[in-house]
């Protein structure tokens, strides 16, 4: 992985050798020069890790997506804003099944930094809704489940939010657990 910096430079060194090949009359290794160096003005805002972990998380194999994730050292140097929010996010959705306090962090951190498309924060804030209805705070639950719904345009995510709704209710409408000082549990007839 090459730093954001040194694409950006290398990209402007290339864009000089095309210019070069232009005044010696090469057009065609000028156009390929030209070509060459928007490669690495992409890899500049898509960053190869994220991108090769993202294809291992759509396979399913999360392991492998940890392992990419694993090579940036240093999210802060080496990322532009957006992919340090791609980042967050795709640790908090490999965390969500075993920690969810780990994941809360970083899916704070993702919406923080900002996502560019609004499923992903959909999906964020979904996940954000889940934990916080697991830890009993219900009027944050219901109030990132709102947001995910609005940006949800595309109802990617129609089926897990009304899941989540529907186990939001039956939460609500359950009975609290009651330890009395007869030492039974539920309501009292």
Same mark, same amino acid.
């Given at each position: 992985?090459?730093?954001?910096?040194?694409?950006?430079?290398?990209?402007?060194?290339?864009?000089?050798?095309?210019?070069?090949?232009?005044?010696?009359? &090469?057009?065609?290794?000028?156009?390929?020069?030209?070509?060459?160096? !928007?490669?690495?003005?992409? =890899?500049?805002?898509?960053?190869?890790?994220?991108? =090769?972990?993202?294809?291992?998380?759509?396979?399913?194999?999360?392991?492998?997506?940890?392992?990419?994730?694993?090579?940036?050292?240093?999210?802060?140097?080496?990322?532009?804003?957006?992919?340090?929010?791609?980042?967050?996010?795709?640790?908090?959705?490999?965390?969500?099944?075993? &920690?969810? &306090? /780990?994941?809360?962090?970083?899916?704070?951190?993702?919406?923080? =930094?900002?996502?560019?498309?609004?499923?992903? !924060?959909?999906?964020?804030?979904?996940?954000?809704?889940?934990?916080?209805?697991?830890?009993?705070?219900?009027?944050?639950?219901?109030?990132? =489940?709102? /947001?995910?719904?609005? !940006?949800?345009?595309? &109802?990617?995510?129609? /089926?897990?939010?009304?899941?989540?709704?529907?186990?939001?209710?039956?939460?609500?409408?359950?009975?609290?657990?009651?330890?009395?000082?007869?030492?039974?549990?539920?309501?009292?007839?």
């Amino acid at each position: 992985m090459f730093n954001k910096n040194f694409k950006i430079i290398l990209a402007a060194l290339i864009v000089g050798v095309a210019v070069w090949q232009f005044t010696e009359n &090469n057009i065609g290794n000028g156009i390929m020069f030209i070509l060459l160096s !928007l490669i690495f003005v992409f =890899l500049y805002f898509k960053n190869e890790i994220i991108l =090769l972990a993202f294809l291992r998380l759509r396979k399913q194999d999360f392991a492998g997506a940890k392992k990419w994730l694993d090579k940036i050292k240093n999210p802060e140097a080496a990322l532009v804003q957006k992919q340090q929010g791609y980042y967050y996010y795709l640790n908090g959705l490999m965390v969500s099944q075993t &920690n969810m &306090n /780990e994941a809360e962090r970083y899916f704070k951190k993702a919406i923080g =930094l900002g996502l560019n498309m609004s499923a992903d !924060l959909a999906m964020a804030k979904m996940n954000l809704a889940g934990i916080a209805m697991t830890k009993n705070r219900k009027r944050e639950a219901k109030q990132l =489940l709102k /947001e995910a719904k609005q !940006l949800d345009k595309h &109802n990617m995510l129609d /089926e897990q939010l009304k899941m989540m709704e529907q186990q939001m209710k039956k939460a609500a409408g359950a009975p609290r657990q009651h330890y009395g000082q007869g030492g039974f549990r539920g309501r009292r007839r």
